[in-house]
């Protein structure tokens, strides 16, 4: 049980005593520590509902509360509680965590199953940054819920399947080149891709060859059919090498094109089911009238009113899109996976495709708890869209690329006497590290400002600091003559910034779940470098091996708990520590 648990625990046992009933109260971490660490307006609440004195209602709950060994309560204001731990509860959930390989994070998703849909990008098509974003933030948000138990499916749901093909097939017959492909797969068939679509901007004639190409893959043709194959084994390639340097990985990698057999079927069924009707020729989704106008994403609000708005699911040349596909994956996910949750990392411009999809699906009777998680854009220092230094859109290997290069010449400067191939693997440890947490120490929906300086400082909000800070806490142990036995050790507080470690330390497995509450892994990567602040203080401010005694093993055992709880919280962000920087 978290310290906030308990808390709520003892505090709805105070609430029924004096409300006679069963009665839960809110409690939530305090904003500023000088007035306690949690608070509860549970008093003032009850007083609305009762018409009493908030105050006085307050001193009756503190009069009953029994917080024995955890904590003391006062009033505040018009009736907030305010709950200020007591140090030995800090002392004695700490020693506990020592032995506990989940770090006090509770098992809330035990029995539950998520589907993370995140990365997907196109087959052919240059992974963009908006794909770094997805990457990432899916990575994490799939290793978190996996730390709390929940049965995570990471699906890599790849678009092997789309118009783009037309053009590919086209330029793998007229303008591939075989020496390049074998080198750079994923760059030469991107390189084809751009040429050719270049080349139909004013060139009808070639649209309409690519346009033939694509039919003739759609229908089965054999050689197209084979050129598509090997398109997408060679993209998988490519891309397994990204997904291998990020540390990234998938369960599954369900394209688009796993799910073309049941398209006809499902338009038919939506049709059937009067989900679905013809309009000019094309099949469309319309509003089921189950939602309020505002609401509904299936209704747009013009100069004449509020108009339909509908989805296509078949065009009238008989197309699929990607609402169909989209329709099919998720029967796929709740008939086959079970699927309790499923999350989409995607990025803000497709929130009324999610919208629409979310709802026609729920009227088909595929009920699950859907979630769009959305993210804003990655800017350059001049506030418009990143570019590389030789002024191209950034793609994701141009800024691991980057990043690694920077790191390393940063390492290089700092610590000459390593050897280049240990200096190689620290540069691409922290300069993947640094990238991961600058995307995920900011709030998702915002637009964020690249910068490489900030996001490989080693005294900043930084992954090299929390880094660092790890391989300072676990040199510590290498000057020891005999290894810490950590699991038998206990921890006493007496020092303001011993009790100030503690706090964050057992607040760990209050954190990791409010990550999943708006899915934000940024409130852990703030978290972690509260953590790291408050331990570099602790450090400064307390011997560690100069101490002696119980002072001495209950300071070692805080430094231990220190290192683990970063550790795992980078790992969670999907980082990595070295051994040395
Ligand atoms: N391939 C799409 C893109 O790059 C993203 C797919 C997201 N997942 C999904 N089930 N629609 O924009």
């Known amino acids: 049980m978290t310290i906030l648990q308990d808390l709520e625990s003892r505090l709805a046992t105070a609430l029924e005593s004096v409300v006679g009933e069963p009665t839960r109260g809110p409690v939530t971490p305090a904003a500023d520590l000088r007035f306690g660490d949690y608070q509860s307006n549970a008093a003032m609440v009850l007083a609305k509902q009762r018409k009493t004195n908030p105050r006085a209602l307050a001193q009756e709950i503190i009069d009953k509360i029994d917080l024995s060994g955890l904590a003391t309560a006062e009033i505040a204001g018009p009736g907030f509680l305010n709950f200020r731990i007591l140090p030995e509860a800090f002392a004695s959930r700490a020693t506990a965590m020592l032995n506990d390989e989940k770090l006090g994070v509770p098992n809330i998703g035990a029995g539950k199953t998520v589907v993370v849909d995140f990365s997907s990008p196109n087959v052919a098509k240059p992974m963009h940054i908006g794909h770094i974003r997805s990457t990432i933030i899916g990575d994490s948000l799939g290793r978190v819920a996996r730390f709390l138990g929940f049965n995570v499916i990471a699906d890599n749901h790849i678009g092997d399947w789309?118009?783009?093909?037309?053009?590919?097939?086209?330029?793998?017959?007229?303008l591939l080149n075989h020496d390049a492909l074998e080198?750079?797969?994923?760059?030469?068939?991107?390189?084809?891709y751009r040429e050719v679509n270049a080349a139909t901007k004013d060139n009808p004639e070639l649209r309409e060859e690519c346009k033939n190409e694509l039919v003739r893959l759609q229908t089965g043709d054999?050689?197209?059919?084979?050129?598509?194959?090997?398109?997408?084994?060679?993209?998988?390639?490519?891309?397994?090498?990204?997904?291998d340097r990020l540390d990234v990985h998938f369960d599954y990698w369900l394209g688009e094109s796993f799910y073309n057999d049941r398209l006809g079927?499902?338009?038919?069924?939506?049709?059937?089911?009067?989900?679905?009707?013809?309009?000019?020729?094309a099949v469309c989704v319309f509003s089921g009238g189950t939602k309020k106008l505002e609401e509904d994403p299936f209704q747009v609000h013009r100069e004449e009113g509020w108009v339909d708005n509908p989805s296509i699911i078949r065009k009238a040349d008989g197309g699929f899109l990607y609402a169909t596909t989209d329709l099919a994956t998720i029967e796929y996910r709740i008939d086959t996976w079970?699927?309790?949750?499923?999350?989409?990392?995607?990025?803000?411009?497709?929130?009324?495709?999610?919208?629409?999809?979310?709802?026609?699906a729920e009227r088909w009777g595929k009920s699950c708890d859907f979630q769009h998680v959305a993210f804003g854009s990655i800017l350059g220092e001049d506030r418009k869209m990143l570019r590389t230094r030789s002024g191209e859109n950034v793609g994701l290997i141009e800024v691991l690329e980057e990043a690694v290069e920077r790191a390393a010449a940063a390492i290089a400067e700092k610590n000459p006497d390593l050897g280049a191939?240990?200096?190689?693997?620290?540069?691409?440890?922290?300069?993947?590290?640094?990238?991961?947490?600058?995307?995920?120490?900011?709030?998702?929906?915002?637009d964020y400002v690249f910068s490489w300086e900030r996001m490989l400082a080693l005294q900043g909000d930084t992954a090299p600091y929390l880094q660092y800070s790890n391989v300072r806490i676990r040199s510590i142990f290498r000057k020891l003559e005999q290894p810490f036995d950590a699991a038998n050790a206990s921890i006493v507080l007496t020092e303001d910034q011993e009790i100030h470690l503690a706090r964050l330390l057992v607040?760990?497995?209050?954190?990791?779940?409010?990550?999943?509450?708006?899915?934000?892994?940024?409130?852990?990567?703030?978290?972690?470098?509260?953590?790291?602040?408050?331990?570099?203080?602790?450090?400064?401010a307390c011997p560690v091996l100069k101490a002696e005694g119980v002072t001495r093993a209950s300071r070692l055992a805080?430094?231990?708990?220190?290192?683990?709880?970063?550790?795992?919280?980078?790992?969670?962000?999907?980082?990595?520590?070295?051994e040395r920087m």
């Open 421 to 446: 191939e240990e200096a190689a693997e620290i540069a691409e440890t922290v300069g993947i590290g640094a990238v991961k947490f600058a995307e995920l120490s900011q709030n998702r929906l915002t």
């Open 558 to 578: 805080l430094c231990d708990l220190a290192a683990k709880t970063l550790g795992k919280g980078l790992d969670l962000l999907g980082i990595k520590v070295p």
């Open 507 to 540: 607040r760990f497995g209050e954190v990791v779940p409010t990550v999943l509450d708006d899915f934000r892994p940024n409130l852990l990567a703030n978290y972690l470098l509260e953590l790291a602040r408050a331990f570099h203080s602790f450090f400064e």
């Open 338 to 360: 079970k699927a309790d949750h499923v999350w989409y990392v995607v990025g803000v411009p497709q929130q009324l495709h999610f919208r629409q999809l979310f709802d026609a």
């Open 222 to 243: 054999p050689e197209n059919t084979e050129i598509w194959l090997r398109c997408i084994d060679l993209s998988k390639l490519g891309l397994q090498k990204i997904y």
């Open 162 to 174: 789309g118009t783009q093909f037309g053009m590919i097939l086209y330029g793998w017959k007229n």
């Open 183 to 192: 080198v750079d797969p994923i760059a030469e068939l991107v390189r084809v």
């Open 265 to 281: 079927s499902l338009v038919e069924e939506f049709l059937e089911k009067d989900l679905a009707r013809v309009s000019n020729g």
